[in-house]
């Protein structure tokens, strides 16, 4: 007799190495404290996480509250939600021109209009932990001016089933 125990088993693991939601969670945000530290940054581009080589014409000139983002252990439901700054350190405007998400378990949004110099931006960023578990790690390629290089920001963590929603 066939037995549906190895189908429940492969369907579970799936899922346990899925981090990317199935369905649209609700409109319960959790939304961290961003650190407001300021790490000043060469204009790396993406797609590596290597920030020690410059090459593009804002090199050295947009500086990040933070390039990777720890959520820690979060509840699964609700968005995990935080918001990367940055500052406008050239001498004209910049404008963000293309945020690409890795996944469709992560949603953006973000400045829309020119930055000035000396003035600050952000990139709202959300993962989304509705039926989901385990460890994650998703990115989010920014480019400012049309360039091909971009910067590569990272949001990780961990979403614990058993974590209660607050």
Excluded at 47 to 76: C, Q
Aim: aromatic fraction near 10%.
């Amino acid at each position: 007799m066939y037995t549906f125990k190895p189908v429940v088993y492969l369907i579970s693991c799936a899922l346990l190495f899925s981090n990317c939601a199935l369905f649209k969670s609700d409109n319960n945000n959790q939304t961290t404290d961003h650190k407001e530290t300021t790490v000043a940054v060469s204009a790396t581009p993406s797609p590596t996480v290597n920030n020690k080589t410059a090459s593009s014409t804002v090199k050295d000139t947009i500086v990040w509250n933070e390039l990777i983002h720890d959520f820690k252990d979060v509840p699964t439901g609700p968005e995990a939600t935080t918001k990367f700054y940055f500052i406008n350190k050239t001498n004209r405007p910049i404008k963000i021109t293309k945020v690409n998400p890795g996944c469709s378990c992560t949603a953006t949004d973000f400045t829309k209009d020119e930055i000035a110099a000396n003035d600050t931006g952000f990139i709202n960023a959300a993962y989304k932990t509705s039926n989901t578990f385990g460890h994650f790690r998703k990115h989010i390629d920014v480019y400012l001016n049309n360039e091909s290089k971009g910067y590569h920001l990272i949001l990780t963590g961990n979403v614990d089933p058993m974590k209660s929603v607050k």
